[in-house]
């Protein structure tokens, strides 16, 4: 059978599909791998693709690829597969879950009242807020057809303008600057690399919350903290962070923060929808068929 190197968790139904197909390897890859099925945050850089002289695929079980060194893959030949589409609709949900929970404090009020508390601070209205947007792809696209009939107003930043009616602003500091919600839907990687820095958050304002459903390599972690512990943000809502699963204590201590450890596809319906994209990619591969959903 062939060798694949499982460089990530793994629910039991991709692990049984895995085995039946090949030689799972977990902990250091052996040098016999033709197939590595890693997540979303997998590091895979030139030095270790060195010594994985038989890699054929690389097949991440989710969308994020910023820890891949593409131009290395290219130019081995080595094949990569992601998981896109399929998840989209569960992040955007969560982006917008996370939304309403930071203005209407849902999390800091479900801990109050399970401690036997019922008085609890005001809330503050969701609807009518402009929220904006930085990357309107699929998921960006997905959390602003939801958030379109509550918002104010709807903002979008991306690479280019896209043809819709919401307002496109050129920048992260322009968006901020125009929005009362600042939510990151744009992928991670040396362009995006700690983009919402203090500045951004100066220009969200007192008033301004702050979602990342992105990455946490989006966010200057301690400015962010600042913000918060200084009021410069109202709130924010987070699901993904810098060092994960580290999240900083000072985080950890404010409730004007929602925090949920990288949730954004966990539901059982998507992942099970992500392992058979991962899988399907790999019968193809094998197989010399075309491949579902490439990235190279
Ligand atoms: P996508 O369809 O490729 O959309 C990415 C969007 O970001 C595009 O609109 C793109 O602009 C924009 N963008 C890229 N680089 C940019 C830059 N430097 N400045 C401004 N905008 C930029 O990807 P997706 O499927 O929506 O996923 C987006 C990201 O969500 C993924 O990369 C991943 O990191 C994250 N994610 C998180 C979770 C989670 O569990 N929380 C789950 C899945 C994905 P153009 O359209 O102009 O190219």
């Not at 038989?54 to 290219?74: H, S």
């Not at 030949?77 to 929970?101: K, N, Y």
């Not at 959390?143 to 009939?149: F, G, N, Y």
């Amino acid at each position: 059978m062939v060798d694949l190197y499982l460089a990530t968790a793994a629910s039991d139904a991709l692990r049984a599909a895995l085995a039946a197909r090949f030689t799972l390897h977990e902990g250091d890859p052996p040098t016999t791998a033709r197939a590595i099925v890693g997540g979303g945050q997998m590091r895979l850089d030139a030095a270790m693709l060195g010594r994985l002289p038989a890699l054929e695929i690389v097949a991440i079980n989710g969308v994020g690829y910023d820890g891949l060194d593409l131009d290395a893959l290219r130019a081995r030949g080595v094949r990569v597969t992601t998981t896109p589409d399929v998840l989209t609709e569960d992040v955007a949900d969560l982006a917008i879950g996370l939304m309403l929970a930071v203005f209407r404090r849902i999390a800091a009020n479900d801990a109050a009242v399970r401690s036997g508390g019922w008085a609890v601070p005001l809330g503050r209205r969701a609807s009518g807020r402009r929220v904006g947007i930085f990357g309107l792809g699929k998921i960006g696209m997905a959390i602003a057809e939801r958030a379109a009939p509550f918002a104010g107003e709807l903002l979008y930043t991306a690479r280019s303008r896209k043809p819709v009616d919401w307002r496109y602003l050129p920048d992260i500091a322009a968006l901020a600057e125009a929005s009362d919600v600042l939510i990151l839907a744009a992928p991670g990687g040396a362009a995006t690399d700690r983009i919402v820095n203090a500045d951004v958050l100066a220009r969200l304002g007192t008033e301004g919350v702050l979602v990342n459903v992105a990455r946490g390599s989006l966010v200057d972690e301690v400015a962010l903290i600042a913000a918060l512990q200084r009021g410069t943000i109202a709130g924010a809502g987070l699901d993904v962070f810098a060092e994960e699963p580290h999240v900083p204590e000072a985080l950890r201590m404010l409730d004007q923060v929602v925090l949920a450890p990288h949730q954004g596809s966990a539901t059982v319906e998507t992942r099970a929808a992500m392992a058979a994209l991962v899988v399907a990619n790999l019968d193809a591969h094998f197989a010399g068929k075309d491949l579902p959903t490439p990235l190279l």
